[in-house]
């Protein structure tokens, strides 16, 4: 965020950027302040794995299950500040491409093109879709938005949920 805004450094981000914003009190930088959003990549939904050999077929059974076998079940996550952290609520993930704040426009403009037009590509959508996903290609105005509305959305969770990072 602090790098020359000429275009040459980029950020990936994930939508655990906007569940951060929220989450952590004292954050040294704001994040839809601090960026020039250029464009999205892409959305794909959160999953659950359960190995064939744990007796349960739906949500509500493997919790059941777990409780009634305690140290029976290993669990991992993406950890703190991501989608799977404040369960209950319905949740994807996205990623995208950002530029310090003050890149310029036609910059911006030209590196949201070239990314839109690779994701256009065949064979780029057919990697996303194997990834369980789809392509977000926005313009750098409408992946702002996403943005923020994601941040104002896990912002009402957490807060609502009184959900806290440790």
């Known amino acids: 965020m602090r790098a ?3 275009g040459y450094t980029l950020l990936i981000i994930a ?5 951060n914003a929220t989450l952590y009190d004292n954050l040294n930088f704001n994040f839809i302040r601090d960026i020039a959003p250029v464009a999205g990549v892409f959305r ?3 999953v659950m794995v359960v190995n064939p050999s744990v007796p349960t077929t739906t949500v509500s059974e493997l919790i059941a299950y777990a409780k009634a076998n305690p140290r029976k079940l290993n669990m991992a996550s993406p950890g703190t500040g991501t989608g799977p952290h404040v369960p209950g609520y319905e949740a994807s993930t996205w990623y ?3 530029a310090p704040k003050a890149t310029p426009a036609e910059i911006v403009d030209k590196l949201n093109k070239e990314i ?3 994701l ?3 064979k780029m ?5 194997d990834l369980g996903g789809d392509v977000l290609a926005l313009s750098p105005a409408d992946f702002g938005k996403l943005i923020v509305d994601e941040t104002e959305k896990w912002g009402n969770v957490i807060r609502v949920l009184n959900i806290k990072a440790d």
Request: aromatic residues 4%; glycine residues 12%.
């Open 125 to 129: 959508k057919a990697r996303l879709a």
């Open 120 to 122: 256009a590509d065949p």
């Open 4 to 6: 020359p805004p000429d």
């Open 15 to 19: 939508s655990s950027v906007a569940i």
């Open 116 to 118: 839109n037009a690779g």
């Open 44 to 46: 794909g939904p959160y």
């Open 96 to 98: 995208g491409i950002c």
